[in-house]
């Protein structure tokens, strides 16, 4: 069975381009979770859908941060424009409300200079 | 708040136990969870544990859990150096399904 899809899995940028990262969560799951790992804060949740729909995104940076999921198979995050301090790995996640288990991709290690 | 605190470092030889220890602050948490990252690649579930159990066995791992005094351990029997890592404690917070990480663990196996 194939697990959470990211692309790209490695991007390397200037700043000030725009960035955007794509999930395919696992088939039938119907919650999707992004989040962002880096060595000084850890793993952080930036943003988490349910049924498609932004459940909560208090952990979205800035502005300059945005995820959409126009439907169950895909979602974006996308940074606009992209600053040297955004260089991390995000994490895309997805797991099913009825579950207790939260699956993970592979990541998109990201370096912006 | 919601914090998870796990030692950033630990080191065994092979064929010695390893246990690895978490402590977490929300009392309502339902599940909490260990997974593993090695060099470059994603999280891994390993095991996660009911908070109404004290204890889980998945072959060399088991998992043992304080509620009353919010501490969650897993312990890895005859380590080998293929389980050299990082070991994320993670509890799962309130009933979206969110998961709060600690900074995680890294496991060092000496041959």
């Known amino acids: 069975d194939a697990g959470v899809i990211q692309s790209p899995r490695h991007e390397v940028t200037e700043m000030g381009q725009e960035v955007t990262l794509r999930c395919k969560p696992i088939?039938?799951?119907?919650?999707l979770f992004w989040y962002r790992q880096t060595m000084m804060r850890g793993l952080e949740l930036l943003i988490y859908?349910?049924?498609?729909?932004?459940?909560?995104d208090s952990g979205m940076p800035e502005d300059r941060f945005s995820a959409k999921m126009p439907n169950a198979s895909f979602s974006t995050l996308k940074i606009q424009p992209s600053e040297p301090r955004d260089s991390a790995v995000y994490f895309c996640?997805?797991?099913?409300?009825?579950?207790?288990?939260?699956?993970f991709g592979e990541g998109s290690w990201l370096t912006v200079v | 708040g919601e914090d998870v605190e796990q030692s950033l470092f630990l080191s065994v030889r092979e064929g010695d136990s390893s246990v690895i220890n978490c402590t977490y602050t929300d009392s309502s948490s339902t599940y909490l969870y260990w997974y593993k990252q090695e060099p470059g690649a994603g999280l891994q579930l390993l095991t996660y544990i009911f908070s109404n159990m004290d204890m889980k066995q998945d072959q060399r791992l088991t998992v043992l859990l304080n509620k009353k005094d919010k501490h969650l351990s897993l312990r890895i029997a005859d380590t080998q150096t293929g389980d050299s890592a990082i070991y994320f404690c993670a509890e799962k917070w309130g009933s979206q399904g969110n998961l709060i990480f600690g900074k995680g663990t890294k496991l060092s196996v000496k041959p």
């Open positions: 996640a997805s797991s099913l409300d009825s579950g207790n288990t939260i699956y």
């Open positions: 088939s039938g799951h119907n919650s």
């Open positions: 859908f349910n049924n498609n729909v932004p459940i909560d």
